[in-house]
């Protein structure tokens, strides 16, 4: 069974620090990683998703990676804001969506 | 455009009722698929349903049952409900394939169920 792994759990920045939150899956057949911010009491948003044969993906001051043979991805959040403050996911796609637990993010004024 | 509505947004029950839950998705998209989300945790992936049919099925007993309409609506269904069926359920639309896909998930607010 696929298993993934978020570290750190939380994370708290001085604004305008750039930052990278990690993701590790166990089993490396996945067929896209996806990347969700939920802020409180809310849905996902989704932000970013690699499919197997990418190796990264960007959007304005995100960017996003993945290595399928070492089972790990990163988010890249440059250039930290206030309203980046939320708890961001990463899912695993395939068969089934397997989701971390997420790393809670606090990006202080 | 509206995006995914889920209803209702909270819910209380006690243990041993039925609940259903109920979404409706993006216009145009006719793949939904369900999570349970407990306090602290990420979501654990249901159902996906893609044309009216289950076209995957996570890790969870036979007391969750869902069904997709021909409108695409969807509804999940929880019987015998326990005290661990406390969560946030979200439902989530795209598009619309067979499992495997590598369409982005849109989600609803989820409903917010709460057994006594």
């Known amino acids: 069974k696929q298993e993934v792994t978020q570290i750190p759990a939380a994370l708290s920045v001085p604004e305008g620090e750039n930052l990278v939150l990690n993701c590790s899956f166990t089993d490396s057949a996945i067929y896209n990683l996806q990347w969700f911010r939920q802020d409180p009491g809310k849905g996902l948003t989704s932000l970013l998703l690699i499919q197997s044969s990418q190796r990264e993906q960007t959007s304005g001051r995100l960017n996003a990676s993945l290595d399928k043979s070492s089972g790990r991805s990163t988010l890249y959040i440059a250039a930290s804001q206030p309203g980046d403050s939320a708890t961001y996911l990463c899912m695993a796609g395939g068969n089934q969506f397997y989701f971390g637990t997420g790393t809670s993010l606090t990006v202080i004024p | 455009d509206a995006g995914v509505t889920q209803s209702p947004t909270h819910l209380i029950k006690t243990r041993g009722q039925h609940v259903t839950l109920r979404c409706s998705p993006i216009s145009g998209h006719k793949s939904v698929s369900w999570y349970q989300q407990v306090l602290g945790q990420g979501p654990q992936f249901i159902f996906q349903?893609?044309?009216?049919?289950?076209?995957g099925r996570g890790n969870f007993p036979d007391r969750f049952s869902a069904r997709q309409f021909p409108n695409y609506s969807s509804e999940l269904n929880v019987n015998a409900l326990l005290l661990g069926d406390s969560a946030l359920y979200l439902c989530a639309s795209s598009l619309g394939t067979v499992l495997p896909t590598n369409e982005k998930l849109f989600f609803g607010s989820g409903t917010q169920l709460s057994v006594l």
């Open positions: 349903y893609y044309e009216k049919e289950e076209r």
